[in-house]
Each structure stands twice: as C-alpha cells, then as structure tokens.
C-alpha cells in the first residue's frame, strides 16, 4: 500500500532529483524515525534507491525498466539460473546491478531483445566453460606461445577478465571496481570467492612460499597489499618490490610485448635470499603475463625455487598477448 506521505516522498524526489533525509524530513514535516520507515518500505518496492555513504547519503527515483519485461517471463528456469548466477553490471551512475535485473538493464540500454540475447549469453558463457576444468582456466598454453622461454611451471586464472560482446565477467567488474574505487568491501568480497581456490592450489601443488606481484599505480589502498592482508595465507611471505623510477610507467600502459617484458625485468625484485620447494605468484590480471613471467624468472635465477613456480590470476586475457589496460 502507498501512502500520502509516500506519494509525497516520491514525488519530491522526482522533483529535485536527489534529497537527503534530513532535507526529505522538514519537507515532509514529519520526524526522521518516521521518515525512514517510510523510505524503508519504498526501497523495499523498488520505488527509489540510495547512493553515497554516510553521512552523504541521497535518495533518488529508481530507474524503471522500459520495454523487455514480457520478453523476460519467457526465459527458462535454466537460463535465468545462469543469468543470476554470472551477470553484474556497474552502472554508470555507481549502482550495482546483479543477475537479470543487470542484464535487463543492459539489454534495454543497447537496445536488445532480453529473450534472444539471454540464450546468446548462455551460449558465448558455454563456449568459454570448455576452458574451465576444476574450477580454473589453465593459462600455460597462452605464455608458452607468447614468450620463447617460460619460467612458470603452470598458470591458472578463475575466469576470463572480459569475453566478447558482453564485456566484463562478474570477476572482471568486481575487481576493476575495487580497484579503481579503492573499495576494502569489494576487496574483501573478492576474496571470498577466491580463497577457497587459491588454498586448493596451495594444498594440489605443496606450495610452501607465496609471492604477490607488487601494484605499479600509486593508490591509497593498494589492491594487492590488502588481498595479501585478507587471505592470510599460511605459507610463507616472499617479499617482491616494485622499484620507484624517476618516471613511473606502469605495465597497463604498455601495449608493446617487449616493453612490458623489459619494465618487469628492471623494476620488479625479488627482495629475498630464502629458499622454498614450491612457490605460488599471485597476479590480479593476467594480460600479456610478462610480470608474472619475469618475476618466475627472477626466482629461479637466484635458486629460491627448488621444486615449481605456479602462478594464479583472479582474471585473465583469452588470448595470446593482450592488454588489460583498465586494471
């Protein structure tokens, strides 16, 4: 039921926008306990949505789907299962988008039919399963026909960082955003979903040191620093350092193979003298794999490494060489 004050509400916002509550509560002439009640039970409707974080908090109409929403109601148990369970979009504005209320969004604002599209996902999502064995994508094929000589035993990533026509993976959102927004909530969502993986590589493969390729974009809160502080992982810490140059050139903004290999070859070092029997390396995004591979070098040229060097990726490229510019 929607009340007058409701009506009210809505109405206001739709006016100006976006409001507070404060700002809501003295239009509305009515105490801020009660107001809440009443913004609780239109968020609970769908009617508005939040953005901002306290104390900077505004309310705003929630975008309407326009068009496709018959065209959803035909799409099979099945299909919709896979959709909730692999779709996220960032919208924008900031807004997550989750499932087939984010591909419903995606669909209506490039103009695609939901129905047609949603089985054409589920296809391309097929096509790229066929990689994933074990829970992992074995990436070992991609550096052995990139580079003329591999210094990591086996690579693996969880999922591809984007894959055609849909864009970015669930993975591939999440951690570009977490990223770029320095988000710890994000990060700590991450690796939720990836602990349990990275521990059965440690467990598969007897992993006795743990190395966690360094960040080459200054930031407040670096990703890498506190996917290491969050996983807490038992095996022991190999210090790797990204060294400071005159000039910082990060690898994202390289899309020349040999730059890349030579920007991790004369900033990346291995800052340890102790030695492990089977080392894991830790990437976020596997792209040309150049920085993964040149540290492994480095770990075998000073004999750190007596058994195997596995490296792990949350997300990787599907081809060959490529670039992952944006994380």
């Known amino acids: 039921m929607i009340t007058d004050t409701s009506k009210r509400i809505t109405a206001y916002i739709r006016t100006h926008k976006r409001a507070t509550a404060k700002e809501l509560a003295e239009a509305m002439g009515i105490s801020p306990q009660a107001l809440f009640r009443q913004l609780a039970k239109l968020q609970a ?22 068009g496709g929403k018959a065209d959803t109601l035909i799409l099979d148990a099945a299909t919709q299962r896979t959709i909730d369970a692999n779709y996220l979009i960032i919208t924008p504005s900031g807004e997550r988008k989750e499932g ?8 209506n604002k490039t103009g695609q039919p939901i129905g047609k599209t949603a089985l054409e996902y589920v296809e ?47 993975l591939g959102q999440l951690l570009l955003y977490a ?4 988000n710890v909530a994000l990060i700590k969502e991450i690796v939720a979903l990836i602990q349990p993986s990275i521990e059965r590589l440690i467990k598969k493969w007897k992993i006795d040191g743990v190395g966690f390729i360094p960040p080459t974009v200054k930031r407040e809160i670096q990703f890498m620093k506190q ?12 210090p790797i350092l990204k ?12 899309n020349k193979l040999g730059d890349r290999v030579e920007n991790a070859q004369r900033t990346i ?5 102790q030695p492990y029997k089977n080392i894991l390396l830790i990437d976020d995004a596997v792209g040309s794999g150049a920085t993964i591979n040149e ?17 792990f990726a949350i997300t990787g490229s599907f081809k060959g060489f490529d670039v992952i510019s944006e994380v």
């Open 100 to 107: 087939l209320d984010g591909f419903a969004y995606w669909c």
């Open 179 to 182: 990223k770029q927004s320095q």
């Open 295 to 311: 540290t492994a070098a480095q770990l075998n040229a000073k004999g750190l490494c007596k058994g195997r060097i596995i490296g």
């Open 45 to 66: 409707k769908n009617r508005i949505t939040k953005i901002g974080s306290p104390p900077k908090v505004f309310y705003l109409i929630r975008e309407q789907k326009t």
């Open 269 to 273: 070092v291995v800052n340890s003298n």
């Open 227 to 238: 996917l290491q502080h969050h996983l807490r992982l038992k095996a022991g810490a190999i």
């Open 124 to 170: 391309t999502l097929r096509k790229y399963a066929v990689h994933k064995k074990g829970g992992f994508i074995d990436g070992t094929r991609k550096l052995d026909s990139t580079f003329p000589r591999t210094h990591v035993h086996r690579l693996f990533y969880l999922d591809f960082y984007s894959i055609e026509r849909f864009g970015k993976t669930k």
């Open 243 to 254: 060294i400071k140059t005159e000039i910082i050139v990060p690898q994202k903004t390289l």
